[in-house]
């Protein structure tokens, strides 16, 4: 096999605001890994400020790959070498190498692969993938003035979106409040699902009085109240009035083994106890190791759902096609693949409150 990576600079339609600041682009890298025959793909797209891998150069670090003619133990070796919790820990790339490698595999094991007609871009084949069911989605608020807030999502209200999230913790608080009630008085918690993703933005001494406070506009949940690290994280959870997501928090563990830190997921979640986790597989170093989130979190009772992390449309569709094996009742977070002017070809399309795959 062989190993190809290609950057892709990909610019924001419009600035994406956070609570920990804003974004106008970012940098994807294309993986191809290719047998001579058939290619799998996958993208490695992290976060410069909140990926472990954020500021890596990907080309630097992979480039005594570029002229060796890879086995699979090889690539199993990579994927060892690049977990979370390792000295190595290169979670974006990690993901990108897994889902090349699945798909990968996926085009070899066709029956009469020599002649194989169309070279399915997705792995999972599912009623997902073959484009006859759909994935419920939440539409996400960024972060902006009240108005334009308030604006956007009564459009997302009015395409069929039942399940809104917006963006807090950056603002004004009061004026926050006063947008969500603005929005509760013309749509009740029966008619919509309000989540709150606060990124860390909340003061830790003032978080449950605030969470407290929106309490009483039927809040779904809320992410990531405080910053990632708050020794008192435990509390929050327990004494919370909303039920609190954890994301930020896994970045950088492993889910089930304690590496370089001295505590790994499932530690992290029998302490904290939050009510879900929020699994973001580009953050946490491949949806394998998203997997092991899910069964760590099942056996403690705690919800889950996926977002995006902003990945382009490759990254997307992996992420997508991956969530589709659990068949998903909550809403995911996978409505980003609109959000810049130039992306890779869409494998994915948002209609009214669901994701669908193009087969």
Known sequence: MRFEITPHTMEFIKSAKTSRGEYNQKISHL????????????????????????????????????DLNLEKSDIESLLEHWEPGTSNSLPSLRFALHCAWQHLQFLQSQPNKAHYPNKPKFWIQNDFTMGKVGIPINGLVWMNDIQSMYEEAMLKISVGF??????????????????????????????????????????????????????????????????????????????????IALDEELIGLHPDKSGNNPINGKSLLTWAKPKYIILKPTLLGGIDLADRWINIASGLNIGWWSTSALEGNIGLAAIAQWVSKYHPLLPQGLGTGSLFKENYDSQTRVIENKIWYLP
Request: proline content about 3%; some cysteine.
């Open 162 to 243: 039942n399940c809104i999230k917006f963006k807090v913790g950056a603002l004004d608080f009061d004026e926050e409040c006063k947008l969500i009630e603005k929005i509760r008085k013309t749509h009740s918690a029966f008619q919509l699902e309000i989540r709150l993703d606060a990124n860390g933005g909340f003061d830790s001494d003032l978080a449950l009085e605030q969470i407290q406070e929106l309490h009483r506009f039927e809040i779904h949940s809320i992410e990531q109240p405080v910053k990632s690290g708050y020794p008192e994280l435990d509390k929050i959870c327990q004494y919370s009035k909303i039920d």
């Open 31 to 66: 993986v191809r890994l290719s047998d001579g025959i058939f290619d799998g793909f996958g993208e490695a797209a992290p976060l410069p400020d909140l990926s472990i891998d954020g500021t890596v150069d990907f080309y630097q670090k992979t480039e005594s790959l570029l």
